[in-house]
């Protein structure tokens, strides 16, 4: 998703929200059954997050990438439409506070939360290999799986950090602040794209140490190759 995009999907589920403050605050007595909805949903998110983080460390350790990549792609869509429900959330916490929505009151501050969002960065990871690509020798070899180790240990990080960017756009619904919860949603949304990034790069580090040394690869990727390597030497006789 482009920054552009992003940030014309956050105007909209702002500018929705606008429409309904008056609904809202009509209901007002009603709030805290809102709230119950939406602390169960974010409860929800997170624990998902959690566990998916949890699978995405074991399942690299593996080497399982089809599990890793299932990882991944449930995160992105548990968190699909998560900034439309932290605004609401936000939006109920204060009408439960006693308060009245004015959601044009803060333009300056949440266009300086646009303008502040982070600029998105591919993961990339370097082959340190001092000898030339062109030859496969063990000395490359060497430095694929090391380059392979580094991909992991980086995706596990972005992972931490993408978990943690969760919770702080979940402490800013809290406590209805809105310029930075646009802010935390628009850096959550940069951690979701380098998730994937992160993914990328290891599976393409993968790829690279399958086509040269599959010997090498390991756990369950490696054995499924293997496998394969051994039905396809039978099949030739």
């Not at 809102?34 to 949903?41: P, T």
């Not at 997050?49 to 593996?62: P, Q, S, V, Y």
């Not at 998560?82 to 009151?105: D, F, M, P, Q, R």
């Not at 959550?188 to 380098?194: A, C, E, S």
Request: proline share 2%.
């Amino acid at each position: 998703m482009s920054s552009t995009t992003f940030n014309s999907y956050l105007v909209e589920a702002f500018s929705r929200i606008s429409d309904q403050v008056d609904d809202w605050q009509f209901i007002a007595t009603n709030v805290d059954h809102l709230i119950d909805g939406f602390e169960d949903e974010q409860s929800s998110i997170t624990r998902t997050i959690l566990d998916e983080i949890f699978e995405i460390d074991g399942n690299l350790a593996e080497v399982d990438h089809e599990r890793v990549e299932q990882s991944v792609d449930t995160i992105e869509n548990e968190l699909e439409n998560a900034g439309l429900l932290l605004i609401k959330y936000a939006v109920a916490t204060e009408l439960a506070n006693g308060k009245t929505i004015k959601c044009g009151h803060d333009l300056q501050n949440i266009a300086q939360a646009f303008r502040s969002i982070p600029d998105f960065t591919p993961v990339k990871i370097e082959v340190d290999c001092d000898g030339s690509t062109d030859e496969i020798d063990d000395e490359y070899v060497d430095a694929l799986v090391d380059a392979r180790g580094r991909a992991a240990d980086a995706l596990r990080s972005v992972a931490t950090e993408l978990e943690e960017e969760w919770d702080r756009s979940v402490d800013a619904a809290l406590v209805s602040n809105l310029p930075l919860l646009l802010l935390r949603l628009g850096a959550l949304d940069v951690g979701l794209r380098r998730l994937r990034s992160a993914y990328d790069e290891w599976y393409l580090l993968l790829g690279g140490l399958s086509n040269v040394a599959p010997e090498r690869l390991g756990g369950v990727d490696g054995a499924t190759v293997q496998n394969f390597m051994a039905w396809y030497g039978r099949s030739d006789h």
